[in-house]
């Protein structure tokens, strides 16, 4: 039987069906930046955000690497000022926003996404999105603090349900507190995941 794929390459998967070489993205949580490469290997211009000089930094030198320094813009800054940062024009233009939640992986495990300002980053990725854009959230409810955020997810997704189709993928082995990987799809008058 094939091995089952890991959630962030799940994700990979439905974005790269979804973008094309002339979108927008944006990487809301850049971290060590793999997913930042991978949005610019495949859009047209990347905006990636995260809060540590570190994340921005191994990200910086991971684009780099890659050749893709220049279809990158980087912000360090909290997500939550997704609206300001990015520049008018490309409002509800932006195809795909990743969030891939938590901590920096090698880095001080007490510096995490709060629920606060990734709720205030999912609603500013509302206005950000292009009709039929899509958000990939990845959540860890296991991890410490990540329970409250997912909690607070859940009511928010309860709240946004008209705005948004909302696609649930389980890890292939659940246990309590499993990573989940939610794609949320905004929704315009006809059109869903099923009917793009
Ligand atoms: C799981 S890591 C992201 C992994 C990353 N996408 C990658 O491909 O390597 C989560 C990241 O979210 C960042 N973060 C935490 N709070 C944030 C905020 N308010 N705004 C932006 N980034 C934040 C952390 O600093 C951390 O680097």
Excluded: C
């Excluded at 094309?20 to 905006?47: E, W």
């Amino acid at each position: 039987m094939p091995k089952p794929l890991p959630l962030t390459q799940h994700a990979h998967q439905i974005i790269r069906a979804h973008l094309t070489p002339d979108d927008y993205a944006i990487d809301a949580t850049a971290g060590n930046g793999h997913d930042t490469v991978f949005l610019a290997r495949h859009a047209a211009h990347v905006f990636a955000f995260d809060i540590q000089k570190q994340a921005i930094k191994n990200t910086k030198k991971r684009l780099h690497d890659e050749g893709f320094s220049n279809k990158v813009t980087l912000y360090h800054r909290s997500h939550q000022y997704l609206a300001e940062a990015i520049p008018l024009q490309f409002h509800q233009r932006i195809k795909v926003i990743t969030f891939n939640l938590g901590y920096l992986p090698g880095s001080d495990k007490q510096i995490i996404t709060q629920a606060e300002s990734t709720l205030k980053a999912l609603g500013a990725s509302l206005q950000l999105l292009a009709p039929n854009g899509l958000i990939t959230l990845l959540i860890y409810p296991g991890h410490s603090g990540g329970d409250t955020e997912y909690l607070s997810i859940q009511h928010w997704l309860s709240q946004s349900s008209e705005q948004l189709h909302i696609n649930i993928i389980e890890s292939a082995r659940i246990r309590p507190g499993s990573p989940l990987l939610y794609v949320l799809q905004k929704t315009t008058f006809n059109n869903t995941l099923d009917k793009p």
